[in-house]
């Protein structure tokens, strides 16, 4: 027992009140930077969770028609008849002769 009294005088000389309250505020200080430390590892902060999802689907959506606009502007065009077109469209002419034949067939029955 006597070894232990002497080592324990020995540990507590060099001890005073102010060297114990540092070092208490020290352990203090360390587990709190653990906790910190302990509470962004476990946490889902930057996972995803501080996303707008409405956002990120009004992005894709922009992403997506951007997109299909560059493909509209890729699409080939077909190309403009050289020939040119009709005075009037066929069917009226075909109804205009229609009716000139008609026409002759009445004065000629009369």
Do not use: C
């Not at 540990?11 to 203090?28: A, G, R, W």
């Not at 910190?36 to 009004?58: K, V």
């Amino acid at each position: 027992m006597g070894y232990a009294a002497q080592a324990m005088k020995k540990v507590h000389e060099n001890m005073d009140l102010n060297k114990i309250d540092d070092l208490m505020q020290d352990i203090t200080d360390q587990q709190n930077v653990a906790q910190e430390i302990s509470e962004a590892i476990s946490s889902r902060a930057g996972f995803g969770d501080e996303f707008d999802e409405d956002e990120l689907m009004a992005e894709l959506e922009e992403l997506e028609q951007e997109e299909m606009n560059k493909r509209m502007a890729d699409v080939r065009l077909p190309s403009v008849p050289s020939t040119s077109l009709p005075s009037r469209p066929a069917s009226t002419r075909k109804r205009v002769e229609d009716e000139e034949d008609m026409k002759h067939l009445a004065s000629w029955a009369s």
